[in-house]
């Protein structure tokens, strides 16, 4: 992500300064690395942010005080995100099964493809980017299609829109054990 981008979810969210080590000597991914996807996510994240946010309100003072993010990148073409003492897995599937459909650089809709062996969700464009100038993420643009935080926001919302979306995205959702 770019460093605008980044010192903007800070200031909105706190928990994603990264810190020096703790006293359990465990250095969490992202103390070490911060965020690691790119700008086309920026508003998926900011919209699972502001839900967790909403979800921390109801949660006891003993569990908040035990919350941390661990870890905030792309793995297999989809957003991972690890939180400690949080207890609503569901917004965080929801999250990494919607991004499965969101290009990574630029933010329109996006189909999970796979380019010299790398899995990664991309729109029609950016994919042609790749494919011709080589993997190369700093050279992307967001683009002004968007999809916006209102957007995103219902379809983790409304089952109907998010079901919808998995569909039209070809999102299929990975096994879980
Ligand atoms: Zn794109």
Redesign the pocket.
């Known amino acids: 992500m770019k460093k605008e981008s980044v010192l903007e979810l800070e200031k909105r969210f706190k928990y994603l300064i990264p810190e020096p080590p703790s006293d359990d000597g465990y250095i969490h991914d992202l103390k070490l690395f911060g965020l690691m996807c790119n700008d086309?996510w920026y508003n998926l994240v900011y919209v699972l942010f502001t839900k967790i946010d909403e979800h921390l309100e109801y949660m006891s003072d003993k569990n908040k005080q035990n919350f941390f993010v661990s870890e905030v990148k792309e793995k297999w073409g989809g957003l991972r995100v690890y939180l400690h003492g949080f207890d609503n897995d569901n917004l965080i599937r929801k999250a990494e099964n919607i991004s499965q459909g969101i290009?990574e650089?630029?933010?329109?809709k996006?189909i999970l493809s796979q380019i010299n062996y790398w899995w990664t969700t991309?729109?029609d464009?950016?994919i042609i980017l790749h494919t011709k100038k080589g993997f190369d993420r700093r050279k992307?643009e967001l683009?002004d299609e968007r999809l916006s935080n209102q957007f995103i926001d219902n379809l983790f919302d409304n089952t109907e829109k998010y079901d919808k979306f998995l569909k039209e995205q070809k999102i299929v959702l990975p096994q879980r054990v």
């Open positions: 086309g290009c650089d630029c933010g329109k996006g991309l729109c464009e950016c992307t683009s």
